[in-house]
Each structure stands twice: as structure tokens, then as C-alpha cells.
């Protein structure tokens, strides 16, 4: 259905890649994804005949695939249009189902090409608008824009409501409501020089705002260094594949400055990425040991993950900031450096996504992100859809030439 400006504002989480994969949440700067059940091997054979060989039988499965194999008949025999019966296709497609049948936005499966895309997804080089989506309830909503992508400039912010789509080039023109993720990353990811138009909702609003944004290459990088006066001002923009080699050359940069007094550790509009990543990055600045993050699986059996590195930063003075578009492994940083009473938190509640995906590889390039546990802070507090509560909450003054948010969190170091 086309998108209007009438349409209502329905609700609000997000997905993103990461060995025990976090906010899988489809990063638009160039994402995009999408029965075989878990134990089956299908083929399919010069498009004509499939062949589903069962690896694993269903233990005790009760389930009747008769019914499944009616449909298959009829639509192979009967749909008027036959350039449109595409076995391949079609077995994605009855995948798909069946895993979206969970309900789970974040546990997807993916075709080989949109597989291949999201496992490229953290490269930090990409085309596209610069944000990561997800869903808070059932609406689908910006996690983040990234800093100085063209969603940014454009005025997109973390925490709208993307309400409608559209795309001339890609002739869709269509609203959200029970759009899957993989969907609208197709519609929203395109070529730089490309255009996308949002229809948007906001809290303060229920007037729709309709903005076109032009797609962009984009080069990203994880990790960056400022200093106001003598404090360290080190942001991290996502948790990707290249995060921690950035990471360590920045700490050697503060390491060698011995004029530094402080740092304020920036993640706001971190929508995520590897949950090593960021307990690797916690060891920085606690006592190896220290726990980074709990995870607690379907039995509640709960796993600790502890830091192991030799921290460089563990007695430098710290400020952790945090806003709405902070998710996932940043909450998991932000919380373990809360928890062990190592830092301050400054800024505004954080996203909320406490769920951990693992990403799983299937012959023929095809792949699964699988919803398998929860993860809770070092105090054992799980922050779905509650996020995490700064110690000081701080709004981010739009109107202001100077980063409020940023000059509260300097003023809590000493000497600076």
C-alpha cells in the first residue's frame, strides 16, 4: 500500500552482525538480507525437481508436510502467470516463513546474496544513506543515523518511526506495517547518487515528515580521537571487523600523551556490532577479570564473559555518553563499565536490545541469524526495551553551538 500523509503512527529495536551477533539490525549504509528446517539439505535441479534430503530428523515432530506439498502442486500447476514459478524461490521463500513464523524480528534467513551483503556488512566501506534500522514493537524505526552520513544531513534522527518508503528508480511506493527487515533494507540500500524517501514520525509529533535522501559511498571508521584541552574526547562509531586494530592504535595515541587527565568515551549513535568487541574494549579500562557481560541462554543457565586484556587506560579518569541510538554492544560497554563502578554515565536512556543472534552458514552460501539468548549486565540487570539509565540524564540540546551532552561529561573529570 502506498505510503500517505494520513497514515498513524503505529509504535518502536534493532540487529546487527557479531560472532555471538548483536543488533544484526540491517546498517542501511550497505546491508540488506533475508524449509528445509535446521538439519535439512535442499537442492534444487535445473529449476525443475527439488529435492529435500533430511540430514536430522524432527525429533517426536508431529507435523503433517502434506499440506505443504498441496500448495507446492497447485501453485507449480495452477498460477496463471508461469514465468513467475521460481522453485528456488520459492523454497527461500517457504524458509523465510517458517522463520518469521517466530516472531522474532532478529532470527532471519537469508538468501545467498543478501547473506553475503550483511557478512560485508561491517567492512566500514558502503554505499547507501548511513543508518541502522530495527523495530521497537512491531514499528520499524532508525536505531542510528551514522555521523555525517546523508540520513544525518538530511535531519534523520535515532528514534524515528519509518512510517513509508518510497523509491521512483525501484518503482515501490509503500508503508511499513508488517514490513520484515530484510525488505526494507532492499527498498532503503541502493547505489551512491541514488535517492530513497522516508516517511517519518517522531515523539513530540504525530505529523508526518517526508524526507529524500541521496545515497552516498561512504567510508566509516570505527574508532576517533579528539582533544578538548587536555581531555580525550574517543568516540566509537559501531563495533565492526576493524574496530579493536583502530581501537589500539587510538589508546597508544592517548598512552603516549602524558598531558592527558581524562577521557570521555563517546557512543552515542553506537547502534552495535561484535560483543567481543566490546568486552575486549571494557578490559581497557578494568582490572583483567573484571566481568565484561552475562550471557543467559534458553535453560537460564547464565555464562560470564570476562575481560582479558592488559588494560592500558584502567587508572585514566572516565566518562562513559550514551543517548537513544546507543544499542546492543555499546549497551553491553556502557554497562559493564557502570556496573564495576569504573565510570560515570552521562547523557540519555540507551535503545535496548538484549538479545544475542548467532550467525550460522549453510552450503550453497544461504545463512541464519538465530536468536539464542540474552544478555545481562555484570549486575545481572537484562536492558530489552528498558535500556540503560544514565547516572546523569542529559538532554542534547539541538539549539545549542556546543555539545552540551559532551561539556557535562568533561566537567565530571577531575582536573580537567
Known sequence: MPFNKNMVKISFAAFRRSVLYFLVGVIIFTGGYFLGVRGFKVQVENAKKINIVREIPPDKSNVDFSLFWKVWDTLSTRYFDKSKINQKNMVYGAISGMVSALGDP????????????????????FEGIGIEIGF?????TVVSPL????????????????V??????KKVDRGTVGISLPDAVKIIRGSAGTKVTLMLTRDESEKPIVITVERAKLN?????????????????????????????????????????????????????????????????FLKTGSVGVIEEDSNGVKTEFKTQRIGKLTHVPLVVLVNGGSASASEILAGALK????????????????SIQEPMDFSGGSGIHLTIARWLTPAGVWL?????????????????????????????????
Not at 589508546?251 to 552495535?272: A, C, F, H, Q, W
Request: charged share 30%; glycine share 10%.
Open 136 to 140: 521497537r514493537g512491531n514499528q520499524l
Open 339 to 354: 556496573d564495576n563502578k569504573r565510570a560515570k554515565v552521562v547523557g540519555e536512556k540507551t535503545f535496548g536490545k538484549g
Open 220 to 284: 566509516v571508521p570505527s574508532v576517533t580521537l579528539e582533544y578538548v584541552g587536555n581531555v580525550a574526547h574517543l568516540r566509537i562509531i559501531k563495533f565492526g571487523g576493524s574496530t579493536l586494530a583502530e581501537w589500539d592504535k587510538k589508546v597508544s595515541e592517548i598512552y603516549m600523551n602524558k598531558n592527558t587527565k581524562g577521557i570521555v568515551l563517546d557512543l552515542r549513535n553506537n547502534p552495535g556490532g561484535y560483543l567481543e568487541g566490546a568486552v575486549d574494549i571494557a578490559g581497557e
Open 164 to 169: 513509508g518508503i518510497k523509491d521512483e528508480a
Open 106 to 125: 532478529y532470527t532471519v534467513f537469508l538468501p545467498p546474496n543478501d547473506n553475503k551483503v550483511v557478512n560485508e556488512d561491517l567492512s566500514g566501506s
Open 147 to 162: 555521523p555525517d552520513s546523508p540520513a544525518q544531513k538530511a535531519g534523520i534522527k535515532a528514534g524515528d518511526f519509518i
Open 384 to 416: 530489552d526495551e528498558k535500556g540503560l539509565t544514565p547516572d546523569i540524564e542529559i538532554k542534547f540540546d539541538e539549539n545549542s553551538k556546543i555539545d552540551n551532552q559532551l561539556e557535562e561529561a568533561i566537567k565530571l573529570l577531575p582536573n580537567s
